[in-house]
T-cell receptor, first 115, second 111 residues
């Protein structure tokens, strides 16, 4: 596709359930990022993938959060045993090489609501 | 990554020029300055990037003084559609790739 796509666009779940969020980056982009944005706040970095290198997981808030990426394609962010404070928009971005000078292209996000 | 400080919010009217200043006192030699724009319910979108002096594109201008400890995003003749949150980021090609967008500057353009 022409841009970064994410699914689902909205997800409502009950506290304690697991959720999976999907990101399809732009084809050819080696770098992929996940961010979390709470209502009215800035973006919070979660995890970064660059090619075949070990991912930078330093932003993951707890061990309930994990992410995988298959090669240089699709990525899945998994949140286990969701809590109400996990409610936020989860944004995925990709860039050509991962350098800060590369433009990050963002998807529309997945709005997660934990009841 | 260098810490950045921006105003929380700004108000303007259609047709005016808007200047948003970002402070980044501990910017490193290899750091670039990048600005993103975010509309409600959308992901951020790249606006402009620079290293020093002035950069201009079809959307905005970026002014960076010689000491590079601050930068100013200039939006000429804003319209209602420029109402958005604007983020300033500072970082380079080396080191941790993590980006801190901060809370940004919320620009409200009035008719």
């Amino acid at each position: 596709g022409a841009g970064v796509s994410q699914s689902p666009s909205n997800k409502v779940t009950e506290k304690g359930k697991d959720v999976e969020l999907r990101c399809d980056p732009i084809s050819g982009h080696t770098a992929l990022y996940w961010y979390r944005q709470r209502l009215g706040q800035g973006l919070e970095f979660l995890i970064y993938f660059q090619g075949n290198s070990a991912p930078d997981k330093s932003g993951l808030p707890s061990d309930r959060f994990s992410a995988e990426r298959t090669g240089e394609s699709v990525s899945t962010l998994t949140i286990q045993r969701t809590q109400q404070e996990d409610s936020a928009v989860y944004l995925c971005a990709s860039s050509f090489s991962g350098a800060l000078t590369d433009t990050q292209y963002f998807g529309p996000g997945t709005r997660l609501t934990v009841l | 990554l260098a810490k950045t400080t921006q105003p929380i919010s700004m108000d303007s009217y259609e047709g005016q020029e808007v200047n948003i200043t970002c402070s980044h006192n501990n910017i490193a030699t290899n750091d670039y300055i990048t600005w993103y724009q975010q509309f409600p319910s959308q992901g951020p979108r790249f606006i402009i990037q620079g290293y020093k002096t002035k950069v201009t594109n079809e959307v905005a201008s970026l002014f960076i003084p010689a000491d590079r400890k601050s930068s100013t995003l200039s939006l000429p003749r804003v319209s209602l559609s420029d109402t958005a949150v604007y983020y300033c980021l500072v970082g380079g090609n080396t080191g941790r790739r993590a980006l801190t967008f901060g809370s940004g500057t919320r620009l409200q353009v009035q008719p």
